[in-house]
């Protein structure tokens, strides 16, 4: 699943930075699959959109792999923001989680 996330998203966007972290084990009833992933994508594409149009673009980009993921989450920078801050939010634990 993960290959196919970053084929998805290396066809449709100019890609400088890409990380996905696979954070399915960290949440309840996880059976081995990918289902809670992470995004971190760096691309001068995001430049002169809001966070929200980023957000688009990635889903627009996922296509099809959305349905097959329970949880998505994406931070989009630009390569200038990138630079200026690397950190992003950390995932909240799962409530689910035993």
């Known amino acids: 699943m993960i290959d196919k996330i970053k084929d998805n998203l290396s066809k449709a966007i100019n890609i400088s930075e ?11 009833g996880y059976d081995g699959s990918v289902s809670h992933v992470k995004i971190i994508i760096v691309s001068d594409d ?28 994406i931070v989009a920078k630009t390569k200038q923001e990138w630079f200026e ?8 634990p799962c409530g689910k989680k035993s």
């Open 18 to 28: 890409l990380d996905i972290v696979d954070e399915s084990p960290n949440h309840g």
């Open 46 to 73: 995001f430049k002169e959109n809001r966070l929200l149009d980023r957000h688009k673009i990635v889903y627009e980009a996922l296509g099809s792999l959305v349905s097959e993921i329970h949880a998505i989450s």
């Open 85 to 92: 801050s690397s950190e992003f939010q950390q995932s909240p």
